[in-house]
């Protein structure tokens, strides 16, 4: 018994195929919306490529492209298809290749899915990219002089800024590296001296942070050097007055900007989906109905359309059995190629 079945007339067959013509041409302009935005989520990561790991992956922004493309070649043939319909001479070129086109359609709609699906995944290997990016771009920030890494202190300097962070986790990241440059220290200093043999590494570590971690809210002037020292400064104590730094880190303000973009992007990309189905659904009952048309010289005769021409589980029986017998003829196939090779090598 077939799913979904539904009584079509001339009239309704008409208004079915006029409005699919519609939805088609709309889901172009929902096609160009996907591209747009895969090309924009490509260009923000790459933005800020120099944060990330090298595992950091485009997978998602390259199938979103490419799956706005696919949607205006696709809906722009079914918008083809749809207008010739309602000419029997016309729609007669399209027959054979409907049911084809049909499962394409829905191959299409799965691999939709599992996009808008990854959109909303993205954040847990974000997560770890921009740890390991951004620990080790702190580590060159002190290379202005450094082919390669020269740009790197100007990049997180404007990500601080932009972004109203400092560090990794938080500002006391950057005690534990060595972020000023040794061409700026003074070696015949004391003090300098002091600070590179106070540590096994040989490195003049600070309790300060760069001028790009300032908050310029704070009415108070930027505290930027000796943060844990209280009595360097006049009325401060560090462990109970609120710092005139930014307090988040890099880390999480990253991952919340792009979680929020890609949950964005996620949620356009689904609705997207829900339009492509619907004009999948409508393009099949179109199809079942312009086949049961009983008389083809009379147009205007009743048919019947449905989504499936068997229910559910006979439907998903048929497809096991057809995947079944199509690996016992490759099976079949591959034993013909041996026996002939056999004599050949004896």
């Not at 923000?44 to 992956?57: G, P, T, V």
């Not at 829905?106 to 847990?124: D, E, K, Q, S, T």
């Not at 060159?140 to 990049?155: A, E, I, L, V």
Request: glycine share 8%; net charge neutral.
């Amino acid at each position: 018994m077939a799913l979904l079945k539904v009584k079509f007339d001339q009239k309704k067959r008409v208004k079915l195929a006029q409005g699919l013509w519609l939805m088609n041409w709309l889901s172009v302009l929902a096609g160009i919306i996907i591209f747009g935005l895969g090309l924009f989520l490509k260009i923000e990561l790459r933005k800020r490529s120099d944060m990330m790991d090298n595992s950091e992956s485009h997978f998602v922004p390259n199938s979103l492209i490419g799956m706005g493309v696919l949607s205006c070649v696709f809906n722009s043939l079914a918008g083809k298809i749809c207008y010739d319909a309602l000419d029997p001479a016309k729609y007669a070129k399209w027959k054979p290749w409907l049911k084809p086109y049909l499962a394409v359609c829905v191959l299409f709609n799965i691999v939709l899915f599992l996009v808008a699906l990854c959109c909303f995944l993205l954040r847990g290997s974000l997560e770890s990219t921009l740890a390991h990016g951004l620990k080790n771009g702190m580590k060159f920030y002190r290379d202005t002089d450094t082919p390669g890494r020269c740009f790197m202190k100007k990049t997180i300097d404007m990500l601080q800024i932009e972004f109203k962070c400092c560090g990794n986790n938080g500002f006391r990241d950057w005690f534990e590296i060595q972020w000023i440059s040794n061409r700026y220290l003074d070696f015949s200093s004391k003090e300098v001296k002091d600070r590179i043999k106070s540590n096994v590494d040989g490195r003049y570590l600070v309790d300060g942070v760069p001028f790009s971690c300032c908050n310029p809210s704070s009415p108070r002037p930027c505290i930027q050097y000796q943060l844990t020292n209280n009595s360097a400064h006049y009325s401060y104590d560090h462990q109970t007055e609120e710092l005139n730094l930014w307090v988040r880190g890099c880390r999480v303000a990253l991952l919340s900007y792009y979680s929020n973009l890609m949950n964005s992007v996620g949620a356009v990309t689904l609705l997207v989906w829900l339009f492509e189905v619907t004009i999948t659904v409508g393009l099949r009952y179109l199809h079942t109905a312009l086949e049961g048309v009983a008389n083809p010289e009379d147009p205007e005769c009743e048919s019947e359309g449905w989504l499936l021409e068997k229910s559910i589980p006979e439907t998903w029986k048929a497809f096991l059995e057809s995947v079944k017998k199509l690996g016992k003829g490759n099976q079949v196939e591959a034993e013909g190629v041996d026996a002939g090779q056999a004599p050949e090598a004896g």
